[in-house]
């Protein structure tokens, strides 16, 4: 059974940083583009970045200049790291693994910034 396994929330004040990772298992991982989104309460889950299997990139603009996705293919693992967190980032990080026609979504993990 394929697996995607999101780690690193948490609560964190303003400013702080925090680094999620995305481990995935049963897959062939180096293929798959990986997509953050996230999903506040209240609100459509929505892109944060997500990265090719070539290393592309894409940021939404909420994030832009204090993200940075990557992956470690070798470790089956990608991560967003978050800089510069504003309350408005609160929101449940969600991983979403996709090779046409193959799609995974992890369970999520919990960001809160607050003071």
């Known amino acids: 059974q394929v697996q995607l396994v999101e780690s690193g929330g948490g609560l964190v004040q303003p400013g702080g940083s925090l680094r999620l990772s995305c481990t995935a298992s049963r897959i062939n991982f180096k293929l798959y583009t990986i997509d953050w989104y996230r999903q506040a309460p209240g609100k459509q889950r929505e892109l944060v970045a997500d990265?090719?299997?070539?290393?592309?990139?894409n940021y939404a603009d909420s994030v832009k200049g204090r993200s940075s996705i990557s992956r470690d293919n070798a470790k089956n693992t990608a991560y967003l790291q978050m800089n510069n967190l504003k309350p408005e980032d609160t929101a449940v990080y969600y991983c979403y693994a996709h090779y046409y026609p193959f799609k995974y979504w992890g369970q999520g993990t919990q960001v809160t910034v607050s003071s």
């Open positions: 990265m090719d299997s070539s290393g592309n990139t």
